[in-house]
């Protein structure tokens, strides 16, 4: 029986009081829908139906109480005058009847959702504890961002999927992260080899986002990032450096940036904005435009150097949130640019909302929130899940980061916190979306619970919550296996930054190993990581998932856990010979090497079309063909 010492719920309530006694569901009763306008509290209903049908007898809705109040087993209601706070609710279960009440039909879903909580840990008892709930939100909004475009565009039922996840967790927000991964109509040769997502899906998605209470807002790289578009003939003219430049990470051969100094750089955003724009019911837009790393190196440094970088950059965010502000949309954007240039952010508009991201342990956002508050700029703070460039994520590294956002958000007056969820790397650096959905979904966990109820989630048991409310895991066994696996980053004793160095032996193998950025690694380190891997997933066996992807979900943690053996195994080749190429690496052990990534690329490619378009499959297993033809010693 669920108690309240031993409550898993997720987001864990603001307080919860457990009364005296057990609720017995009993038959013949009915859930009144109570106010002036029930059917706004229909769905709502459902889920409470549904929940308390998992327990005991299935109780008709209705909206009229009725002369006989003993049928009455529970009550829904908005009561704005009683519960002040917009999203707030109460929850009573007395030993009589379940009773709601919400500020709002938001707060009254998150009610529902915290009850359908309470009736899975007590499948099969047909009673309830008795127990008071009070709950509200430390943040008004609260999403995930998910990258779509560099790498897996997700298919309808992943999505749908998804946001039933999200919004059981009290998410209210979910951003699709494009870059050319929409079908706009007068721009095909941008997206043809990307299965991206049309106009009815996105129409479809915001209606099915709606009826859960989450706000699908859109979301396009408006300045950087947009090399997908600028290696086009049609678009080259618009960037900053038509033949590449020189980025902080080495020479990166294709366009960037749109350059401000083209005045079709703007018209091409306007173009987009109106076809795209109107497939969102939500009033804000993510333009993007972090990272323009090529800004003032072509097209614009003449009148960057007569300006300053600076205010050549903010004069056209201006000219963009002047478009919006004509279609009636607020503007969020990254605000990494402008915190270089922290005299320029009295100037931005108001209305704007500046959006702090890091994805570091240390990352500093209580310099970076103080810097939009004390300027009066509405701000979200956007930590990761940790989950790119690792493949099988960075636990310790993501509960720390995410933890630190909602304490400096919430210190600094943030009015939103969005976890985020990339793929990560451009042009040939690109990845290609190696780790799996699931690997995001601690993240996706201890974000939620922090960005509803921070004193009260700052210590989730992470593992038990991911059992319960992600997995559905009988046998307690996916929230530890995933918790731990996703800490295998640590093991080999090398850490770096934004990424592990396990993915990083797999995605560039021609780099020098021991030093450079491997500098420290030792075989027995890799030994030792790959025992702990072995571990970690004895117990997958053993899990009994109730979730119907249940299957997939086990091939997905067994190809993590495949990816990062084969990066141990490489890794020993590797020092273990005079210059650590991989072509001194024994003909027999490269051999070896190659049949395991033969197979581990099969399953990639049968896992991928499970949940994503085939869009993106081919680029993304290319760097694992790369890898592989290496291992082949050479004709001759």
Not at 313 to 326: E, P, S, T, V, W
Not at 587 to 607: C, K, N, W
Request: net charge negative; hydrophobic share 40%; charged share 20%.
């Amino acid at each position: 029986m669920f108690v309240s010492e031993d409550a898993v719920l997720l987001p864990r309530p603001q307080h919860l009081t457990r009364l005296s006694g057990t609720h017995t569901l009993r038959p013949d009763c009915f859930i009144w829908l109570r106010g002036e306008l029930p059917s706004s509290l229909l769905r709502t209903g459902r889920l409470i139906q549904q929940s308390l049908g998992a327990c005991g007898p299935r109780w008709e809705l209705t909206a009229a109480g009725g002369t006989d109040v003993r049928r009455i087993g529970a009550v829904v209601q908005v009561a704005p005058e009683h519960i002040r706070r917009p999203e707030a609710y109460q929850l009573t279960i007395s030993a009589g009847q379940i009773g709601i009440a919400a500020h709002d039909a938001a707060g009254a879903f998150y009610a529902a959702n915290t009850l359908k909580q309470i009736a899975r840990q007590c499948a099969g008892e047909s009673a309830l504890p008795c127990l008071r709930i009070e709950d509200w939100p430390d943040f008004p909004h609260r999403g995930v961002m998910l990258d779509i475009s560099r790498g897996k565009v997700p298919t309808m039922e992943t999505l749908y999927a998804l946001v039933d996840m999200l919004s059981e967790w009290k998410l209210n927000q979910l951003q699709l992260y494009l870059e050319h991964a929409f079908a706009y109509r007068d721009h095909p040769d941008v997206w043809r080899e990307v299965s991206p997502m049309t106009g009815e899906e996105m129409l479809a998605l915001d209606a099915y986002c709606r009826e859960r209470f989450v706000e699908l807002v859109p979301n396009q790289q408006s300045l950087g990032h947009l090399e997908r578009w600028l290696v086009h003939p049609r678009y080259v003219h618009l960037a900053e450096t038509p033949e590449g430049f020189d980025a902080p990470w080495g020479w990166f051969p294709t366009p960037f940036s749109l350059s401000p100094a083209e005045p079709g750089s703007l018209e091409l955003l306007a173009g987009l904005y109106d076809e795209l724009l109107p497939h969102f019911s939500s009033r804000q837009f993510n333009v993007g435009c972090d990272e323009t790393f090529d800004l003032s190196l072509g097209k614009s440094r003449a009148v960057c150097q007569e300006r300053g970088v600076g205010r050549v950059y903010l004069d056209f965010l201006l000219k963009i949130h002047a478009l919006l502000r004509g279609k009636g949309r607020t503007m969020q954007f990254w605000g990494d640019i402008i915190l270089h240039h922290p005299e320029l952010i009295p100037e931005l508009p108001d209305d704007a909302i500046a959006l702090a991201w890091g994805y570091e342990a240390q990352h500093p956002y209580g310099e970076q929130c103080e810097r939009f508050r004390q300027a009066n700029i509405p701000f979200y703070v956007c930590p990761g899940t940790s989950s790119w460039d690792s493949i099988a994520g960075r636990t310790d590294n993501a509960i720390a980061n995410i933890r630190s956002a909602a304490e400096q958000g919430l210190a600094h007056g943030a009015i939103g916190c969005l976890i985020c969820d990339w793929e990560d790397g451009d042009g040939d650096d690109a990845q290609g979306h190696w780790q799996h959905l699931p690997m995001a979904f601690l993240g996706y966990t201890y974000g939620a619970a922090v960005s509803w109820a921070l004193e009260a989630n700052r210590n989730l048991d992470v593992p038990r919550a991911l059992d319960l409310h992600a997995f559905q895991d009988a046998a307690g066994v996916m929230g530890r296996l995933v918790y731990d696996l996703g800490n295998a980053y640590q093991r080999p004793g090398v850490l770096l930054h934004n990424s592990s160095i396990l993915f990083m032996l797999i995605l560039q193998p021609d780099q020098p190993v021991g030093q450079g950025w491997t500098a420290g690694l030792t075989v027995d380190g890799l030994e030792r990581t790959w025992q702990y891997v072995d571990r970690v997933m004895q117990p997958l066996f053993k899990a009994r998932m109730a979730r119907p992807d249940a299957g997939l979900v086990v091939a997905e943690l067994r190809i993590a856990a495949d990816l990062l053996r084969h990066a141990c195994r490489l890794g020993i080749a590797r020092l273990q010979t005079d210059g650590g190429a991989i072509a001194e690496i024994p003909a027999t052990t490269r051999l070896s090497l190659a049949d395991e990534l033969t197979t581990i690329l099969a399953d990639y490619r049968t896992l991928w079309l499970a949940r994503n378009r085939p869009g993106g499959l081919a680029e993304s297993s290319r760097r694992m063909e790369r890898l592989l033809a290496e291992y082949h010693p050479c004709e001759g």
